[in-house]
């Protein structure tokens, strides 16, 4: 016999929250609470088992006044996770809290919807150290989000129920003219990092032309932009990272310390070894102007100016950067950024020129300083005051989407996969499906200049890379038509590509090894040795084995 009737109540609930397959820690914490709380959660426990196990309509009655394991087991793991984050000091956001929906912020993509089992708002390391630890103990997943732009929306982690650890108050910018480095917080957004950078040595980091995308996702997975062929990706100017690690600790990485983790963080970072905290990157001198062009053609010269672009990109100055865009209704346009006058920019295009349609229909070549270039090329106006740039806070345009990407080799594609991607170009569906063709390569690229195996990018052979997109509103119908032609086209030029695919336009339909190719099983030995329980993972994350 019981010598009382707590023990029945602490020994048939640790029964119940074994059955549940709650980890350790989470059963300590609820069996700790006083022995009231114990009866109470017990008895509430045992009405629901009497309520859901009789029939149907018992268990229809228990789910309606709220009894069911999957709900006892969430609010358990809440209260947890409570308990064990509070200490952190951190702004907290739970499932239920008013302010949830706007913790969840606009997702990037209205195709996926997942439910965080908490928001932790980190503005300190301690923050960020502190929600991995309860990751740990408690058995839940984690994700970190820097600017939230994941295609597939794995900023929110992928899956229902992880850790978001938010580190967008985690932004400081600040650059040594010493030594040319830049400390950058793991939650800044390009467009104020290169407006700080400005601002403090007129220098930049090459990077992307987004000014609301993170640093973070941006550069652990490559990160291309508009300067990118004269100074390198944006992984490519990483020298240093302070990173959380899956045990909680704080480790440097850098060419002589872990300089096996900042191989695999310099490509194939994301969310795959651990939290990075702070960037320090190389920058380079924009203080001379800089100009910006576009030349738009019609629909019935989008081949030709395909041809023109890629003929002109194998031996295409560093200097340059450009892209080409086209659409099924006829947009055709390539725009980019040299790196010098306005009186020289035709003499370093005279490949193209001599190559693409006689007369463009529209043409711009804009001179100014570098900072308004980014302003340009962000959609924004010259006229516009640069600190429009400053866009840590916003609130980017949410849609629902798909896009896939494919990279290029040689000297590009023959005439007869332009006639091919040209015919499935045409049968878009919609004027919102869209292609760029970035240009990564040719003689002068410095991108193609960084061995293969060197860094967890391995694209490093490509003349471009391909980026397909398609969206459209919450029809049936149309997402039918938009995911079939996308596949379609991807299908239509993968003889005459790679069949590698750029990390930072994430694609759940596509293999790891399109990602990594050659380097995905030294990624998965950093992997083993950095996050041996695999605390961080996605479904497109560097696994174990």
Do not use: M
């Given at each position: 016999m019981l010598r009382n009737p707590d023990e029945f109540f602490g020994g048939w609930l640790y029964l119940y929250l074994v059955d549940m397959e709650l980890s350790e820690f989470t059963r300590a914490a609820v069996l700790s609470r006083d022995s009231k709380f114990l009866r109470a959660l017990t008895v509430t426990l045992l009405i629901a088992q009497c309520l859901l196990l009789p029939s149907a309509h018992a268990a229809a009655l228990g789910d309606d006044i709220g009894f069911s394991r999957a709900g006892v087991a969430r609010?358990?793991?809440?209260?947890?996770?409570?308990?064990?984050?509070?200490?952190?000091?951190?702004?907290?956001?739970f499932p239920g809290d008013s302010s949830y929906d706007s913790a969840r912020g606009h997702v990037f993509n209205h195709r996926y919807l997942y439910n965080p089992a908490a928001f932790v708002f980190a503005t300190t390391t301690a923050h960020v150290q502190r929600a991995v630890q309860c990751a740990v103990q408690l058995n839940v997943g984690i994700a970190p989000r820097s600017g939230g732009h994941s295609y597939e929306d794995y900023s929110l982690g992928g899956r229902d129920g992880v850790i978001v650890v938010d580190l967008e108050g985690m932004?400081?910018?600040?650059?040594?003219?010493?030594?040319?480095?830049?400390?950058?917080?793991?939650?800044?957004?390009?467009?104020?990092?290169k407006l700080a950078l400005w601002k403090q040595g007129k220098v930049t980091i090459p990077a992307g032309t987004c000014p609301s995308v993170g640093v973070g996702g941006h550069s652990l997975g490559g990160g291309w932009g508009f300067v990118s062929r004269k100074w390198g990706l944006m992984a490519d100017s990483l020298v240093s990272v302070e990173l959380v690690t899956a045990n909680g600790t704080v480790v440097t990485a850098s060419s002589s310390q872990n300089s096996d983790l900042l191989f695999a963080l310099k490509g194939a970072g994301a969310n795959s070894f651990g939290i990075v905290t702070k960037f320090f990157f190389k920058t380079y001198d924009v203080s001379k102007n800089v100009t910006f062009f576009q030349y738009n053609y019609g629909k019935t010269e989008q081949a030709q100016t395909l041809r023109a672009y890629q003929r002109w990109g194998v031996s295409a100055s560093a200097?340059?950067?450009?892209?080409?865009?086209?659409?099924?209704?006829?947009?055709?346009?390539?725009?980019?950024?040299?790196?010098?006058?306005?009186?020289?920019?035709?003499?370093?295009?005279?490949?193209?020129?001599?190559?693409?349609?006689?007369?463009?229909?529209?043409?711009t070549e804009i001179e100014s300083d570098y900072i308004t270039s980014v302003l340009i090329n962000a959609g924004f106006k010259q006229t516009d005051p640069i600190d429009t740039l400053n866009l840590q806070n916003y609130v980017y345009e949410s849609r629902t989407f798909k896009s896939k990407s494919i990279f290029v080799k040689g000297s590009g594609w023959s005439e007869q996969g332009i006639q091919a991607y040209i015919d499935a170009l045409g049968k878009g569906p919609t004027a919102n499906t869209y292609m760029i063709f970035d240009l990564f390569g040719g003689s002068g690229s410095f991108i193609n200049s960084v061995a293969s195996g060197s860094t967890g990018f391995v694209h490093r052979d490509s003349l471009f890379s391909i980026q397909m997109f398609t969206y459209w509103n919450d029809r049936p119908q149309d997402a039918t038509a938009d995911l079939n032609w996308i596949q379609g086209i991807?299908?239509?030029?993968?003889?005459?590509?790679?069949?590698?695919?750029?990390?930072?336009y994430i694609d759940s339909d596509m293999p790891l090894s399109a990602y990594y190719a050659s380097n995905l099983d030294r990624l998965k030995t950093v992997k083993r040795k950095w996050d041996p329980s695999n605390i961080f993972n996605f479904p497109k994350s560097i696994p174990l084995n």
């Open positions: 609010k358990l793991l809440q209260q947890s996770l409570s308990g064990c984050l509070s200490s952190s000091g951190a702004r907290l956001v932004n400081s910018v600040s650059y040594d003219s010493g030594s040319k480095i830049a400390t950058v917080g793991g939650g800044t957004r390009l467009g104020p990092l200097d340059v950067s450009a892209s080409l865009f086209h659409n099924p209704t006829g947009d055709n346009f390539i725009w980019g950024i040299y790196l010098g006058p306005k009186s020289n920019l035709r003499t370093v295009l005279k490949t193209f020129f001599d190559n693409a349609p006689a007369t463009p229909s529209a043409t991807w299908n239509t030029v993968r003889p005459y590509s790679s069949g590698e695919a750029y990390q930072n």
